[in-house]
């Protein structure tokens, strides 16, 4: 039989009060990186949101200067219209630069819109580049073109 009659003897106080500071620290610790986490996941969650912002307000601009200046096709003749082809062609390169630099920050397959809308659109200017040079009827290829930079352009319209 035990000398003891409960079992093991009891700890000494000091030393657990000096378990009960470590754990006491190690809690401590504990909530300051919790809190540290919070705070720096706060401000790339705000980051994200403004880049994302700036992006969809910029494409949505340069989406809109190309179905302006696009609509301007048709009654423009001469030398105003390769003007006007090459500032269409600007804001569509301009808008396929934003949704590349979207993928690149968000990860491939998340652009901002389809890019086959604006490789559409590439096409058909290079279409109608190429017309006007061979001295083709362009009327029917800058309806295309405007067709599709308008369908681009209601693409664009429903991004947030």
Same mark, same amino acid.
């Given at each position: 039989?035990?000398?003891?009659?409960?079992?093991?003897p009891? =700890?000494s106080?000091s030393?657990?009060?000096?378990?009960?500071?470590?754990l006491?620290?190690?809690l401590?610790?504990?909530?300051?990186v /919790?809190v540290g986490?919070?705070?720096v996941?706060s401000?790339a969650? =705000?980051?994200?949101?403004?880049?994302h912002?700036?992006?969809?307000s910029?494409?949505k601009?340069?989406? $809109?200067a %190309?179905r302006? =200046?696009?609509?301007?096709?048709?009654?423009?003749?001469? @030398?105003?219209?390769?003007s006007?082809m090459?500032?269409?062609r600007?804001?569509?390169?301009?808008?396929?630069?934003? $949704?590349?630099?979207? %993928?690149?920050?968000?990860?491939?397959? $998340?652009?901002?819109?389809n890019?086959?809308?604006?490789?559409? /659109?590439?096409?058909l200017?290079?279409r109608c580049? $190429?017309?006007?040079q061979?001295g083709?009827v362009?009327?029917?290829? !800058? @309806?295309?073109?405007?067709?599709?930079?308008?369908?681009? !352009? @209601?693409?664009v319209?429903?991004?947030?």
């Open positions: 039989m035990s000398m003891y009659r409960y079992g093991q009891s =700890r106080a030393a657990t009060k000096t378990q009960q500071t470590i006491l620290l190690i401590l610790a504990l909530v300051i /919790c986490l919070a705070i996941y401000s969650s =705000r980051a994200n949101n403004n880049t912002a700036v992006l969809v910029q494409i601009i340069e989406v $809109n %190309a302006t =200046r696009a609509g301007q096709l048709l009654p423009t003749g001469g @030398s105003s219209l390769v006007v090459a500032t269409v600007q804001h569509i390169h301009a808008t396929r630069t934003i $949704n590349e630099m979207a %993928a690149k920050i968000y990860g491939l397959g $998340n652009e901002l819109v890019t086959t809308l604006i490789t559409n /659109c590439i096409e200017l290079d580049e $190429n017309d006007m061979t083709a362009v009327t029917g290829t !800058f @309806s295309q073109l405007s067709e599709a930079i308008d369908l681009l !352009f @209601s693409q319209s429903m991004l947030e």
